[in-house]
């Protein structure tokens, strides 16, 4: 079984930043794409940052240039870091990784329990 666990979220002011961290571990061979969704009350869940193997990024629009996405693969672990931060971006994050628990096995899907964001104005 494979657990991701993030952590950093957290109240802050409209401009401040947020690291965020989610951590994989249990069986894993390797790990593919890891990456970062929020869900806003109301709303369906987005992704914000995605993160492939060997370093190429995707961004949603509306965090480009503010929220930077990194891993160190050696500690299977992905960060979110969220700067310039506004009220918009209030919700509940979550990591999100694609990964293999053999070298012949599948790649399975796992999601993080969530961490909450919210920025006050």
């Known amino acids: 079984q494979v657990q991701l666990v993030e952590s950093g979220g957290g109240l802050v002011q409209a401009g401040g930043s947020l690291r965020l961290s989610c951590a994989a571990s249990g069986s894993i061979f390797s790990i593919n794409a890891m990456g970062w969704y929020r869900q806003a009350p109301g709303k369906q869940r987005e992704l914000v940052a995605i993160i492939f193997t060997l370093g190429s990024t995707t961004y949603a629009d509306s965090v480009k240039g503010r929220f930077t996405i990194s891993r160190d693969n050696a500690k299977n672990t992905v960060y979110l870091q969220m700067n310039s931060l506004k009220p918009e971006d209030t919700a509940v994050y979550y990591c999100?990784?694609?990964?293999?628990?053999?070298?012949?096995?599948?790649?399975?899907?796992?999601w993080g329990q969530g961490t909450q964001v919210t920025v006050s104005s």
């Open positions: 999100n990784a694609d990964v293999k628990v053999t070298m012949t096995a599948p790649l399975t899907n796992y």
